[in-house]
């Protein structure tokens, strides 16, 4: 016996989301590639356009026939019935998708009869950003805030049965209201985490993977079947195949395959939040590390002239974006010297000794 495989257009839909998100953040070159063969499927073809057109509004078609040739069935469809089978046909599938949406939603179509029923909640998006060394304090449609960190972006889209955040690239803080009806989706590199009534934090990284801190409440990261790469550097990781839920004071490095957990100290949440308030918060990380990190904030670049540096261990809270402060430190207290070149790059070095 065959089985028949039925396209999935809200499958088609969450990975349009995916796509449009890598492309905020830029594509390579092997993600161009599967973007141009996942493209050739009609199905997501029209559900790349529907939700480009919610992303960005009516510039994605342009954005995206300059990148990619989009289907023309799609742009242009074509009429092949005469109108009265047409029409016939919208009218049925209208209605069958209309109960279809209704039953899904936990309705029936005689529910709307009801004077005791609720209005029905709109479908829409909004999107905010932080630009770099910007803060971005967000109040959301459904009552949940976020503050977003430098250089961040997120889409929410609001539908009867969840609030989905596409966090594309960058950083920010959630408190998601309560909505036994809808959860709170972030979905960041390729996984989803599922929260409501709860704080947490999210982080995502350029290849993929996500860093999730919970302050309050309980984030739920969602079950992805595949397997991980076992390599023997992570065999002493807690790997998690399945739903897992991550509690308060929380750490989650969640990768696109798998995700493990580890409790905080008091401390590292500090740290790791300390954004929040303006600072970034170091407690012996490599100088190498700290330079990545307060490059977030500023457009400044540093590079590191003595290779010997590159390990030097650094500790302290810094203002986000006070570049001369930050390097008046280095220099007095971990012996780092700085010059800035023609290029407006800031060249470190290390100072002698104190004799």
């Known amino acids: 016996m065959s089985v028949l495989a039925f396209p999935d257009p809200h499958k088609a839909r969450e990975e349009a989301s995916l796509w449009l998100a890598r492309l905020d953040r830029g594509l390579g070159d092997e993600e161009r590639a599967g973007l ?16 480009g057109k919610l992303w960005r509004g009516l510039e994605i078609i342009a954005v995206l026939s300059e990148l990619f040739p989009l289907n023309p069935e799609v742009l242009n469809p074509q009429p092949r019935r005469s109108f009265p089978s047409i029409a016939l046909a919208a009218i049925a599938a209208a209605c069958i998708s209309a109960v279809g949406t209704l039953m899904l939603a936990g309705d029936t179509p005689w529910s709307f009869f009801d004077p005791r029923r609720p209005p029905p909640r709109p479908m829409f ?30 889409v929410v889209f609001y539908s009867p049965l969840a609030r989905d955040v596409y966090l594309s690239y960058g950083e920010a803080a959630f408190n998601a209201v309560r909505d036994a009806s809808r ?39 969602l079950y992805e079947p595949q397997r991980p790469p076992y390599t023997a550097e992570r065999l002493r990781d807690d790997f998690m195949h399945i739903d897992t839920i991550v509690g308060a004071q929380e750490l989650a490095l969640v990768e696109p395959t798998f995700q493990s957990v580890r409790k905080l100290e008091p401390r590292e949440v500090d740290a790791r939040l300390s954004w929040q308030r303006g600072e970034v918060t170091f407690q012996g990380e490599p100088l190498e590390q700290v330079l990545a990190e307060v ?7 540093f590079v590191i002239a003595d290779e010997k540096l590159r390990d030097a261990r650094v500790g302290g809270y810094f203002k986000v974006g006070d570049v001369e402060t930050f390097l008046e430190s280095l220099r007095e207290n971990f012996l780092i010297d700085s010059r800035h070149d023609e290029g407006d790059r800031v060249i470190l070095t290390a100072l002698p000794p104190p004799s």
């Open 36 to 51: 141009r063969d996942w493209l050739r499927d009609a199905m997501n073809n029209r559900a790349f356009l529907e939700m």
């Open 125 to 154: 998006s909004e999107t905010w950003r932080a630009s770099v060394g910007q803060r971005q304090f967000a109040k959301l449609a459904d009552g949940s805030t976020a503050t977003l960190n430098t250089s961040s972006r997120i």
């Open 183 to 221: 959860p709170f989706n972030v979905h960041a590199g390729r996984r989803v985490m599922q929260a409501s009534g709860s704080s947490f934090n999210v982080r995502v990284f350029p290849d993929d993977n996500a860093e999730l801190t919970v302050t309050d409440g309980q984030v739920k990261v």
């Open 295 to 301: 490059s977030r904030y500023t457009p400044t670049r």
